[in-house]
């Protein structure tokens, strides 16, 4: 089946700096989300990006579907932006999602 | 609109139990799939269900069942319960819109608020 990477596994940021995620798939894909998991383990929908670029305030998104990866682009990083960042994707069998490892985020004051 | 809504949020049973969960999916949407989360293993699918039929499953064993009824709402099963199946169990649901050959799918997932299982 598709694989999905995350990289970086860890990243400890100082409130106000930017960051960068980064999601590698290895196969053609259908469909792709990028999410937030928060403590209580509820994941809110960040991005539905399965190709291009979207915006929603200090976060953005591309996908290159091509190239097979994606990116989310956390600015100005506040401490609630911390937890869990994970990628998913749904390659050819529709219906079925992998998703990556997660990226955790950590914003210190 | 009411989001996807699971029950119960938490549950505790003991090896050899079964448990059964439930999620109600977002109105009008007929995909539900079901993930398991454990620290070990991330997040992996279990199943997905699209109008009353089992379109996908995942790698898990035969103890792991689940149904959708004809409003979407879906049930899941685990049988004979093992140490190992302690986990969050997140439910998701999707419109799922098949679009022309060349546009494909919009299949973008909502999820709910889980059911934490412990197993003792």
């Known amino acids: 089946g598709i694989q999905v990477e995350q990289s970086p596994p860890d990243l400890i940021l100082q409130e106000g700096a930017n960051s960068t995620l980064r999601c590698n798939f290895s196969d053609s894909v259908n469909n792709l989300q990028w999410f937030h998991q928060n403590p209580w383990g509820q994941l809110i929908n960040l991005f539905y990006i399965p190709s291009g670029t979207k915006q929603n305030g200090r976060l953005s998104a591309t996908t290159v579907a091509t190239e097979r990866y994606s990116l989310l682009y956390i600015s100005s990083s506040q401490t609630t932006d911390s937890g869990v960042y994970f990628c998913a994707v749904e390659g050819t069998n529709a219906g079925k999602s992998t998703f990556g490892d997660g990226t955790t985020l950590t914003v210190k004051p | 609109k009411a989001g996807v809504t699971q029950t119960p949020r938490y549950l505790i049973k003991t090896r050899g139990q079964q448990v059964t969960l439930s999620c109600s999916p977002i109105s009008g949407h007929r995909s539900v799939s079901w993930y398991q989360q454990t620290p070990g293993q991330g997040l992996q699918f279990l199943f997905e269900?699209?109008?009353?039929?089992?379109?996908n499953k995942g790698n898990f064993p035969g103890r792991f069942s689940g149904r959708q009824f004809s409003n979407s709402r879906s049930e899941m099963n685990v049988s004979t319960l093992e140490l190992g199946d302690s986990a969050l169990y997140l439910c998701?649901?999707?419109?799922?819109?098949?679009?022309?050959?060349?546009?494909?799918?919009?299949?973008?997932?909502?999820f709910g608020p889980g059911t934490r299982l412990t197993v003792l």
């Open positions: 269900y699209f109008s009353e039929t089992q379109r």
């Open positions: 998701a649901s999707s419109l799922f819109v098949r679009g022309a050959f060349w546009a494909g799918t919009y299949n973008e997932q909502f």
